[in-house]
């Protein structure tokens, strides 16, 4: 199976023609590193020169997409160089070789180049001092740094600044994300709060109004249609009055306007007067101290909607509401008998359930709803357990 070898980047092929274009002008006007008598020479003349500089022209168009192997190359053909008369344009080229491979190579190739350029700098110049014993021989060490240390050194900094922006781009894109994620949160949880607070306030309402108009119209009795009625108005009154109020403070984008006080059970007396008024035979036995001003939400908010669906589907008989405070929770039970109405009843979504599980889940209590046997047959009870935050009351 072959092997497809990566394509080139643009510029590096610009890179690598403009070099060998470069060399290809200073070897015709007879320019070259080395005199022809100089003793490293092995192979005279101006020809070999051309060899080394077109392999590292060549080696240039690899140097973003194969670093390591234009690297290796590259350095033979330095060596090469070294043999000949030389050409500039070839050991620049090769510097930037030793730049590219520490840029764009991979993470163990940028640790290990600066290394070993190091090493070899300062060996060579350890063995050239040694060897001549002058002064001069420090230039050779001058040399290869400026050849190899100082390219891997260049290409080690701006690698570290490449991925240090690239490591606080990440960073700020997770942020933005989780910032969006938060925020989506933030208003999926607080359309469901204003979903429940809708339903809790105004469902009441309306399912006493949909029952009394039903039997309104469905009773030729001039004294129960006015008392329906009498109900429908009362109910139709008070819901518009939370819509009201509650599409107010929708409204309101300046933050003006002052929040409506939560309801707390101090206000059950007059949610049972209102659920007896509707038609209910409703019994009240609360026993509890203060509470904090979530879990009298949550409870008053259970209440509210067990006597909203007691409305809308028990049957005839009495519904219990029971509140007590003990071993650290308050329990609210809501009871009703479970069967057929009499009269007529309201359709219901189911949202009122799901409502109840949801504030009770907040509080990181627990809730069940379904039909039980009792002594006195068949009932649909509520039950939420609330745990009670210890300390006083805010």
Same mark, same amino acid.
Request: glycine letters at 10%.
């Given at each position: 199976?072959?092997?497809?070898?990566?394509?080139?980047?643009?510029?590096?092929?610009?890179?690598?023609?403009?070099?060998?274009?470069?060399?290809?002008?200073?070897?015709?006007?007879?320019?070259?590193?080395?005199?022809?008598?100089?003793?490293?020479?092995?192979?005279?003349?101006?020809?070999?020169?051309?060899?080394?500089?077109?392999?590292?022209?060549?080696?240039?168009?690899?140097?973003?997409?194969?670093?390591?192997?234009?690297?290796?190359?590259?350095?033979?053909?330095?060596?090469?160089?070294?043999?000949?008369?030389?050409?500039?344009?070839?050991?620049?080229?090769? +510097?930037?070789?030793?730049?590219?491979?520490?840029?764009?190579?991979?993470?163990?190739?940028?640790?290990?180049?600066?290394?070993?350029?190091?090493?070899?700098?300062?060996?060579?110049?350890?063995?050239?001092?040694?060897?001549?014993?002058?002064?001069?021989?420090?230039?050779?060490?001058?040399?290869?740094?400026?050849?190899?240390?100082?390219?891997?050194? +260049?290409?080690?900094?701006?690698?570290?600044?490449?991925?240090?922006?690239?490591?606080?781009?990440?960073?700020?894109?997770?942020?933005?994300?989780?910032?969006?994620?938060?925020?989506?949160?933030?208003?999926?949880?607080?359309?469901?709060?204003?979903?429940?607070?809708?339903?809790?306030?105004?469902?009441?309402?309306?399912?006493?109004?949909?029952?009394?108009?039903?039997?309104?119209?469905?009773?030729?009795?001039?004294?129960?249609?006015?008392?329906?009625?009498?109900?429908?108005?009362?109910?139709?009154?008070?819901?518009?009055?939370?819509?009201?109020?509650?599409?107010?403070?929708?409204?309101?984008?300046?933050?003006?306007?002052?929040?409506?006080?939560?309801?707390?059970?101090?206000?059950?007396?007059?949610?049972?007067?209102?659920?007896? &008024?509707?038609?209910?035979?409703?019994?009240?036995?609360?026993?509890?101290?203060?509470?904090?001003?979530?879990?009298?939400?949550?409870?008053?908010?259970?209440?509210?909607?067990?006597?909203?669906?007691?409305?809308?589907?028990?049957?005839?008989?009495?519904?219990?509401? &029971?509140?007590?405070?003990?071993?650290?929770?308050?329990?609210?039970?809501? +009871?009703?008998?479970?069967?057929?109405?009499?009269?007529?009843?309201?359709?219901?979504?189911?949202?009122?359930?799901?409502?109840?599980?949801?504030?009770?889940?907040?509080?990181?209590? +627990?809730?069940?709803?379904?039909?039980?046997?009792?002594?006195?047959?068949?009932?649909?009870?509520?039950?939420?357990?609330?745990?009670?935050?210890?300390?006083?009351?805010?």
């Amino acid at each position: 199976m072959a092997v497809r070898l990566p394509r080139p980047h643009r510029f590096d092929v610009y890179a690598g023609l403009a070099g060998l274009l470069g060399g290809l002008l200073i070897w015709g006007v007879g320019l070259a590193t080395r005199p022809a008598s100089d003793p490293i020479t092995l192979f005279d003349g101006r020809w070999p020169i051309l060899l080394p500089l077109a392999v590292t022209a060549g080696c240039e168009t690899l140097r973003r997409t194969l670093p390591r192997t234009a690297l290796l190359i590259g350095w033979l053909a330095l060596t090469l160089d070294t043999m000949t008369q030389g050409n500039l344009v070839t050991v620049v080229m090769f +510097t930037d070789l030793v730049y590219a491979a520490v840029v764009y190579g991979p993470p163990a190739t940028a640790r290990r180049v600066p290394w070993i350029a190091g090493l070899i700098t300062v060996a060579a110049t350890v063995v050239a001092v040694a060897v001549w014993q002058v002064p001069e021989a420090l230039l050779v060490g001058v040399v290869i740094g400026l050849v190899a240390f100082m390219p891997a050194a +260049t290409g080690w900094i701006v690698r570290n600044h490449r991925d240090a922006a690239e490591a606080a781009r990440l960073r700020a894109e997770q942020t933005a994300l989780l910032a969006e994620m938060d925020r989506a949160q933030a208003v999926g949880a607080e359309r469901a709060r204003m979903a429940r607070e809708l339903h809790d306030m105004v469902a009441n309402h309306l399912s006493a109004i949909a029952i009394h108009s039903t039997a309104a119209l469905s009773l030729d009795d001039p004294k129960t249609s006015q008392d329906a009625l009498t109900v429908i108005r009362e109910n139709s009154v008070e819901g518009l009055s939370e819509m009201r109020r509650l599409i107010g403070i929708l409204r309101d984008s300046s933050g003006d306007l002052e929040p409506a006080a939560a309801p707390t059970l101090d206000g059950l007396g007059t949610l049972v007067e209102g659920a007896r &008024t509707n038609g209910l035979d409703v019994t009240l036995d609360a026993d509890h101290g203060p509470l904090h001003a979530p879990v009298e939400l949550a409870a008053y908010r259970i209440v509210q909607e067990s006597l909203t669906n007691a409305l809308k589907h028990a049957g005839p008989g009495r519904v219990t509401v &029971t509140l007590a405070q003990r071993d650290g929770a308050l329990t609210v039970a809501v +009871t009703s008998p479970f069967g057929d109405r009499d009269g007529p009843r309201a359709p219901g979504s189911g949202a009122g359930l799901v409502g109840m599980r949801e504030r009770t889940a907040l509080l990181g209590g +627990t809730f069940e709803a379904g039909p039980e046997g009792s002594p006195d047959g068949k009932i649909w009870a509520v039950r939420a357990t609330l745990p009670v935050t210890e300390g006083d009351p805010a």
